[in-house]
């Protein structure tokens, strides 16, 4: 009797202790389902996990009931008790593997049919165990006795194909994903082995259901840690992680390369279109550069900023990846009826070279990322490597050297002549920025204008332009000085601040300066859509009075047609034209033609440069209209410039 109620105790514990397993997993599959943000592969991958591991639970259950005497074991229950039983074990790490692959995003581009090819090797092990009850080759039974057939081996092996196969698979390329990827997958493998080797000589699976449990629970886990390191739009690693992991590993891993990919005109576009279809093009440029990446890691910064690195295990290409991107992009991107056109920075930083380490990644990203670009060209490639750390330096100490000429008020403004051909009078100054700091010494705008565009110092430093620049036309008589107005620069980032209109209005209304006696100068830009913008800014301020100069004329991308659709009375011929058309005949014919296509369209035409008595006298000859360059004078400060006025005026 004593020995009847502890059998019966045992048993009562191991219906308990199964019962308790399968609630865990259930628990464990609510709490999947309540989180279930987004209907990602690997989710559903994982939920196949989940449900077969409960249908083999269920199916545990029942076969215990049998053994146990509380269901009566028929024929066909046992046969389905074990049919269950090995279809489900090779079924969860089926899906096991497709989750791995999947969270891995190797499924990406591949097509239905080879998705199917995944799961041909357990479909034929479900075929030969469905039909054993037949075929006797996985199993048998023999007077109520349970036998192995003779290819009881393939569900072994089966298991082993998905579950080691995905395994290693997945510890090769733990560096797509989090570290604690890698380290669970390691814990897995772990549990599995030693169920295995209790298998082998307890010839017992009770280990095989708590290690299942076991890797469940830990998958469940790592999903989560994953999925808050992966940003919800693009499904890449996000910022966190990048910071977190990538940076870690660098120099670490055998990297190749990191490159930064950055869509130029992001800001613009938030500014200026819709948050949807920015999202959308943002989502399929991602699409895109994960394809033309093949599987490297790839970050997603935010604010349009991707990452990509590649490692030497990697099936990357350069020369592919650029090629595909930049053939992408030349086409727009088109989502619920918007067209988006994006325009591609990528700084590549190649780890190969030992230049770049651990210690200076960050540098080198940093001056990468806040690197100037010049928003004329869609896709504009730099090599961060070839930066010395020097230049990184040179970067940080020029952006301190800004922020104190702000402080300690060190920006000066200085005035360069410009004269006329035809009268040989001086008739405008341009105003030019400059900076003489206590620590750098003489820093040319240069190198400071685009420092301060990047971390948006630029608008402080434009508005001491602003004041210098009308202050002094209030305080003279421009008639006077023979001047028929002062030519400011505006930068690109200017140009397109919203505000600028206003600023400008404002500064008219305090120093009551009639904006005629004001020229702005701006720089040409290819991009369609900044232009539109663009358009709009100059006409509000042309309505206000101001006239305009388009500047460096001859650098990036010159064309004739689209300067006509600018309202600009003047085209500055850069100097670098200028002196090219002094040491190549062909330059100087095409400076020619320029000078005489200009003037059929009515615009008058500054030469920059003019460094000599015998570039003056061509250009004169040539017909340019107006001459500015260290032959007349360098740039001088205000008082030097009211006295060069007035003794050029005699
Ligand atoms: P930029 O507008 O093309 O200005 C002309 C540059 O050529 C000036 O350099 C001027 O000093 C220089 N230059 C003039 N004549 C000669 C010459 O005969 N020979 C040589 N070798 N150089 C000559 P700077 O002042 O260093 O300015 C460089 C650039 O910085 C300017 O190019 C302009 O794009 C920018 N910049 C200067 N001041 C300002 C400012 O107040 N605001 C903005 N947004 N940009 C500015
Ligand atoms: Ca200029
Ligand atoms: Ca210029």
């Not at 469905?130 to 109520?144: A, M, N, R």
């Not at 733990?174 to 030693?194: A, E, S, Y």
């Not at 010494?441 to 430093?461: A, D, M, R, T, W």
């Not at 570039?615 to 500015?628: H, I, N, P, S």
Request: glycine share 4%; proline share 2%.
């Amino acid at each position: 009797m004593v020995e009847y109620m502890e059998v019966e105790m045992v048993l009562n514990m191991r219906f308990s202790y199964n019962l308790l397993i399968l609630s865990i997993l259930l628990v464990c599959s609510w709490f999947f389902w309540e989180n279930a943000k987004n209907n990602n592969r690997y989710r559903k991958a994982f939920a196949g996990v989940l449900g077969s591991a409960a249908v083999l639970y269920i199916n545990r259950l029942l076969g215990i009931a049998m053994e146990d005497g509380y269901l009566q074991a028929t024929y066909v229950l046992m046969h389905v008790e074990r049919i269950v039983y090995y279809c489900m074990s090779v079924i969860v790490f089926a899906f096991y593997a497709y989750f791995l692959l999947c969270l891995l995003d190797q499924f990406q581009n591949v097509p239905g049919k080879k998705k199917i090819l995944f799961f041909t090797p357990s479909t034929i092990v479900l075929l030969l165990i469905i039909s054993s009850p037949w075929t006797k080759l996985v199993y048998y039974f023999e007077d109520g006795e349970l036998y192995y057939g003779t290819a009881f081996l393939v569900i072994t092996l089966g298991r082993a194909l998905y579950e080691m196969g995905a395994s290693i698979y997945a510890l090769r390329k733990r560096h797509l994903l989090p570290d604690i990827f890698g380290k669970t997958i390691f814990l897995c493998i772990v549990f599995q082995f030693m169920q295995f080797i209790f298998f082998c000589i307890r010839k017992s699976d009770a280990m095989f259901f708590t290690s299942l449990l076991v890797c469940i629970v830990l998958l469940l886990m790592m999903i989560i840690v994953v999925e808050f390191y992966k940003d919800r739009t693009t499904g890449f690693l996000n910022q966190t992680a990048f910071e977190n992991y990538c940076a870690k590993e660098i120099g670490k891993r055998n990297n190749k390369a990191v490159y930064l990919v950055k869509v130029k005109n992001y800001q613009y576009l938030k500014e200026n279109c819709r948050e949807l279809p920015l999202q959308e093009a943002i989502r399929q440029l991602a699409v895109h550069i994960k394809e033309y990446a093949h599987i490297t890691s790839v970050y997603y910064l935010g604010t349009g900023r991707f990452c990509v690195i590649s490692s030497k295990s990697d099936n990357f290409h350069e020369d592919e990846f650029l090629g595909r991107l930049e053939q992408r992009i030349s086409e727009p991107f088109e989502s619920n009826g918007f067209s988006v056109s994006l325009q591609l920075f990528i700084a590549i930083m190649n780890l190969e070279s030992g230049k770049i380490k651990k210690e200076n990644f960050h540098k080198y990203f940093i001056a990468c990322d806040d690197m100037k670009y010049r928003m004329n060209k869609p896709m504009e490639i730099i090599h961060g490597d070839h930066f010395g750390i020097d230049q990184i330096q040179r970067y940080h100490d020029v952006e301190e050297a800004i922020e104190r000429a702000l402080v300690e008020k060190e920006f000066k403004m200085f005035y360069q002549p410009i004269i006329s051909t035809q009268t040989g009078k001086m008739v405008s100054a341009e105003a030019l920025l400059r900076l003489n700091d206590r620590v750098l010494g003489f820093v040319s705008p240069e190198e400071f204008i685009p420092i301060s565009e990047n971390n948006g110092k630029i608008h402080e430093i434009s508005d001491f332009v602003m004041e210098s620049v009308f202050r002094f036309v209030s305080e003279h008589d421009m008639e006077e000085m023979g001047l028929d107005f002062i030519e400011m620069n505006l930068s690109m980032v200017q140009c397109m601040d919203k505000h600028l209109p206003d600023k400008l209005k404002s500064y008219i209304e305090k120093y009551d300066v009639n904006p005629k006696h004001v020229n702005l100068e701006i720089t040409e830009t290819a991009s369609n859509m900044d232009e539109e913008r663009l358009q709009i800014q100059l006409m509000k301020m042309r309505k206000m009075g101001f006239t305009f100069s388009l500047d460096d004329y001859g650098t990036g991308y010159s064309n004739l047609v689209r300067v006509l659709e600018y309202p600009v009375d003047i085209v500055k011929l850069d100097k670098t034209i200028v002196w090219s058309a002094f040491h190549d005949r062909d330059n100087f014919v095409t400076l020619k033609n320029l000078i005489s296509m200009f003037h059929d369209v009515r615009r008058k035409l500054v030469a920059e440069g003019v460094e000599s008595e015998a570039q003056r006298d061509t250009l004169k000859e040539l017909g340019c209209d107006y001459l500015q360059g260290y032959f007349y004078s360098k740039p001088i400060n205000e008082d030097e410039f009211v006295a060069y006025a007035a003794k050029y005026k005699e």
